[in-house]
């Protein structure tokens, strides 16, 4: 039997706050604001559901989730895939924190019927997903990341210092009871001097891991120092054979490198797409920071001021890799090209989507289309943009009633708290999977959704305009004429 989240003590809230825990007045009335924004912002979204959505599933969490990622394909089928799934479980501790592995029915573009899509109970658990697989995890999951080469290698962090990583298939499935002891994991990668919570990334070319953490270090290390077969030459298949990583007593791995630069906690790290050797990383000291292993432990370049305030999120655009996005406490995300940057401030800055009421705390570029991101935050939006469409003239009639801002294309307000983390789905490109950390809005628990806009909304206009004359056609023939 599970246990009720609403217990004594509460899991750490994901807003990286600083110094006393304790709100002032004029920070809860700020959250009360923005919980009523949320709350008008979701009854009005929840009534154009069927219009917007080409799928749409509602999971609801016992526990809270800080972090949500797509795993590999397991079936296919002629209407939908199943897919495995990865979320955890942030406890009060009256039972154990948990790692997750989910199978999720993803239903095919243009399958789902109308009426199935608007009709969901935000209380219930959605039948398109199923728990697979508990792995009872040493300590808070704070962020959750998949080996690019083996998506059945995930790496997590927790609340220490350490790097964990998991062999999904090679790892028992646990019961998550009190005093049940913690999963072992396959390895454990030191370097960190301090906590390092949220900066966490998988290299796409190499099997490179890198974090930051507390200790104001950027860390990179290698799973190949560690493994027997490659993650690249490992079976790709969901039910796979035995572990990829080395069986030990003390599974664990030393840094490649360790870097240092920030002058404060490392909030976030990212792989350039094209290089294992290359990354960047931000953190609470405003500072936007690109690094290269091959010339040494210091900055390669060091943007001091890339926003106002703490930077919570970063990003390299898997199509480009002179495009990073940043997401910052200041309520705004940042396009920069590396191509211009400078250490002397904002002034190679491309351009600034401003639209979030609260913090951002998760950007990711969509992976079917090289100008197209996400952002999510704290106000419990989720928002699309495509970066062409910043400057494109409108007429002044489409401007006045039209109050979006430059960029912004979709906006997903199905959620009713800050959103911690959402990811695209690559395998189904237009699919994404966010999380919601429901704990001040219902009092515990977090909110799932795994949806897909209608494909009306980001297929070019000219295919889309002839898809309604030939839909018109179609109509008009069927309708009986008039007698004269």
Not at 33 to 47: E, L, P, R
């Amino acid at each position: 039997m599970e246990t009720s989240p609403c217990s004594q003590s509460q899991p750490k809230r994901r807003g990286r706050p600083k110094g006393s825990s304790t709100k002032s007045k004029d920070e809860r009335d700020t959250h009360r604001m923005i919980a009523a924004s949320i709350d008008d912002k979701y009854v009005q979204w929840k009534s154009l559901v069927p219009v917007l959505y080409d799928w749409f599933a509602n999971h609801n969490l016992v526990w809270p989730s800080l972090s949500c990622r797509w795993g590999p394909i397991i079936e296919q089928g002629s209407l939908k895939n199943r897919q495995r799934l990865y979320l955890s479980e942030q406890t009060d501790k009256s039972v154990p924190n948990t790692l997750i592995i989910a199978n999720c029915d993803v239903v095919k573009l243009r399958v789902a019927a109308e009426n199935h899509i608007a009709n969901f109970n935000e209380e219930a658990r959605s039948p398109f997903v199923k728990k697979y697989k508990t792995i009872i995890h040493p300590g808070e999951v704070n962020r959750i990341r998949e080996l690019p080469q083996n998506k059945n290698i995930v790496a997590t962090h927790t609340d220490g210092p350490e790097v964990l990583i998991w062999d999904i298939e090679a790892q028992p499935n646990k019961h998550a009871v009190y005093g049940a002891a913690a999963s072992r994991p396959d390895l454990v990668l030191s370097g960190h001097q301090d906590n390092a919570e949220f900066a966490l990334a998988l290299s796409p070319m190499e099997p490179f891991v890198l974090s930051g953490g507390k200790d104001k270090t950027v860390v990179l290390w290698s799973i190949q120092d560690h493994i027997s077969t490659l993650a690249a030459d490992a079976p790709k298949s969901a039910g796979s054979a035995g572990s990829i990583i080395k069986s030990a007593d003390n599974p664990s791995v030393g840094p490649r490198g360790i870097f240092h630069g920030h002058d404060d906690t490392v909030e976030d790290v990212q792989f350039c797409p094209t290089s294992s050797q290359e990354f960047c990383s931000v953190g609470d000291d405003s500072c936007l920071i690109l690094w290269d292993a091959r010339v040494g432990n210091n900055p390669v370049i060091k943007v001091e001021k890339a926003h106002d305030a703490d930077l919570h999120c970063v990003d390299w655009n898997p199509h480009n890799d002179n495009l990073i996005i940043t997401g910052s406490a200041d309520n705004s995300v940042r396009l920069f090209d590396r191509r211009n940057l400078t250490s002397d401030g904002v002034g190679s800055l491309v351009h600034t989507f401003e639209h979030h009421t609260a913090a951002v705390l998760c950007v990711q570029w969509c992976p079917d289309r090289s100008s197209v991101f996400g952002s999510s935050a704290e106000d419990g939006l989720l928002n699309i943009w495509d970066y062409e469409k910043v400057g494109v003239t409108k007429d002044t009639e489409a401007k006045s009633e039209d109050d979006s801002p430059p960029g912004l294309f979709f906006q997903h307000a199905g959620h009713r708290d800050k959103i911690v983390d959402f990811h695209w789905n690559a395998s189904d490109p237009w699919t994404i999977v966010s999380v919601s950390n429901d704990l001040e809005t219902n009092g515990g628990g977090g909110t799932l959704q795994i949806w897909r806009m209608t494909d009306m909304l980001y297929r070019p206009e000219e295919e889309v305009l002839a898809e309604m004359e030939q839909f018109k056609d179609h109509v008009s023939k069927c309708v009986p004429k008039s007698r004269a």
